[in-house]
């Protein structure tokens, strides 16, 4: 079991930054982060590899977000800077211990509650 709970999500201006942090217990092979807008499919923007710290990046955010894991592997971050109105979405961070698709979210067998990420124009 891995529980995970996020947290840092909430309003800003285009052109501004926002920290997200996932705390998580036990151990995983990698931990992804992925958002959902309203109406819109659920989407992979960043994932990073537990044991090396690889880390891998869409294209929608490529160059924007940084995911990164702090020295006891209890936290990741989703350091998201430039931010762009087609960035608001409720952002999940998600883990599994297993192989699969990075991109694709059945691939992951924990969540957590989600946060909300506001961007106003």
């Known amino acids: 079991q891995v529980q995970l709970v996020e947290s840092g999500g909430g309003s800003v201006q285009a052109g501004g930054s926002l920290r997200l942090s996932c705390a998580a217990s036990g151990p995983s092979t990698f931990i992804g982060w992925f958002r959902q807008a309203p109406g819109k499919e659920r989407e992979g923007v960043a994932v990073i590899w537990r044991s090396n710290s690889n880390t891998f990046y869409s294209d929608s955010v490529d160059g924007r977000f940084t995911i990164s894991q702090d020295a006891t592997k209890t936290m990741v971050y989703l350091q998201m800077d430039n931010l762009k109105p087609e960035d608001a979405a409720v952002y999940y961070c998600?883990?599994?211990?297993?192989?699969?698709?990075?991109?694709?979210?059945?691939?992951?067998?924990?969540w957590g509650q989600g946060t909300q990420v506001t961007v106003s124009s």
């Open positions: 998600a883990a599994t211990r297993g192989y699969g698709v990075i991109w694709d979210h059945t691939t992951y067998d924990w």
